[in-house]
């Protein structure tokens, strides 16, 4: 595979060491952070009754919580 220099100022550099993971080269941490799935990219992919659901689902695990954390408190 062929490679390509590229000038970087110092502190992209550094940045992009810091988002370098253990045993990652900077050409794989750039792939990965190019390839990051940005929350935008998540639109549209549950219906509405879908995220209905989940919210009620959510509602109620939350209630059941504080229920527990009041019955343990007694």
Known sequence: M?????RLDEGVYERLR?????????????????????????????SREEVDEIERSLAETESRDRANRRSERR
């Open 2 to 6: 062929s490679s390509k220099m590229v």
């Open 18 to 46: 810091q988002e370098k993971r253990e045993g990652e080269t900077f050409s794989d941490a750039v792939d990965r952070l190019l390839d990051d799935v940005s929350l935008l990219d998540l639109v549209g992919i549950y």
